[in-house]
């Protein structure tokens, strides 16, 4: 966000050609102007959350602003964009479609600053997803990936499309058209990245991955998850996400039946990881459990802790029930399941090992 130092000072040039009367009403708006501007940045310099007041506070800085500098001028956009950041906490949302199309007019206006355009639509198609306007989100999309296009700027153009596709990722549950132009922005930025920036092949590649993942396109899902975590490898510096996206790779190995492959994937992650010597392993591939029938209809809820070993391959065994509420059905269902677990095999020294973890399963009812 920009912060633009606001004086009152650009305007007197102004008094000439206006009655003292006029002047008089033009210094006392630049000095409310100045006073207000000065009250708001302060309480976001010392990280207010924001409220209500703030919100409020924002708008009355936007619209007086408006009259000292003029409906066009940037500081306006910059102004608008303070106020879009408190709308963004949910505050006065009704102004939120005006104000960020105003940014983009004033930004278009004043010799088509492309960054300040594009961030301005990618708040307002991610609004317009957030509250259920799809397709107003999708054209919003479409438009910027427009004008990016058009400026000629081919590293901010992929830069947005990765944005948009995460963007429509996020709001995609259950909704096929959302996945689908995720996938396409995302293929577009990672066909741009690609021998150009890893980091960013790496991260578009993911999100790519998890759109065929979604569809239970498990083949596709591997490939992208694999030139993901390949890539993250290779950079020597980013081991957490690429545990994240061999997380993934695992998942969807184990979902197209290749578990010599996932086995492989395990022993990489547990290279890549410190052994959890404290409290319940995290899996890193789980399959639920079935229900059982009889606590279902009664909505009866339960837990299972269970201890066991991890063998070198990522496989649960010996699997032992320490403690249960809610049942021996619930402990029938837990140790039957967790067989088909993956999880990350401890290392020493290069090496693979066996070693005992402990787990705890919930069973819960839906709302």
Not at 181 to 199: C, H, V
């Amino acid at each position: 966000m920009k912060h633009w130092i606001v004086t009152g000072t650009l305007f007197l040039f102004a008094a000439i050609s206006v009655s003292s009367s006029v002047l008089a009403q033009e210094e006392a708006q630049i000095k409310q102007f100045n006073q207000q501007f000065t009250t708001f940045k302060q309480r976001l310099e010392k990280d207010e959350a924001v409220s209500q007041s703030l919100a409020d506070q924002a708008k009355a800085v936007y619209l007086l602003g408006q009259k000292v500098y003029g409906a066009d001028d940037l500081n306006i956009a910059a102004l608008g964009e303070y106020y879009v950041y408190t709308m963004d906490a949910g505050f006065n949302q009704d102004d939120y479609v005006d104000v960020s199309e105003n940014i983009v007019r004033i930004y278009t206006l004043n010799n088509k600053d492309t960054k300040g355009i594009s961030d301005a639509l990618l708040k307002l198609g991610n609004y317009y997803l957030d509250k259920g306007q799809d397709n107003k989100g999708y054209k919003t999309f479409n438009r910027l990936e427009d004008i990016v296009a058009d400026s000629g700027d081919a590293a901010l153009l992929a830069s947005v499309r990765l944005s948009m596709a995460k963007l429509l990722y996020a709001k995609s549950m259950y909704n096929v058209k959302s996945v689908k132009k995720s996938r396409q922005f995302a293929e577009k930025a990672a066909e741009y990245y690609l021998g150009k920036d890893a980091t960013n092949y790496a991260d578009a590649s993911f999100w790519l991955g998890k759109t065929y993942y979604s569809q239970r396109k498990n083949k596709q899902a591997i490939k992208w998850f694999s030139a993901s975590a390949d890539a993250y490898g290779a950079l020597g510096d980013q081991a957490k996400a690429e545990r994240v996206a061999r997380t993934f790779l695992i998942k969807a190995l184990m979902k197209d039946g290749q578990e010599a492959l996932a086995t492989n994937q395990c022993q990489t992650v547990g290279m890549l990881s410190k052994w959890e010597e404290n409290g319940d392993i995290t899996p890193l591939y789980i399959e639920p459990p079935s229900y059982p029938r009889n606590a279902a209809i009664n909505r009866k809820e339960g837990w299972v802790r269970m201890s066991f070993v991890v063998d070198i391959e990522g496989y649960a065994k010996d699997i032992q029930v320490i403690d249960s509420d809610g049942g021996s059905a619930f402990e029938r269902a837990s140790t039957k399941v967790m067989k088909n677990w993956r999880f990350a095999p401890k290392y020493v020294n290069t090496e693979p090992v066996e070693e005992k973890a402990t787990y705890t399963m919930e069973f819960k009812m839906d709302e």
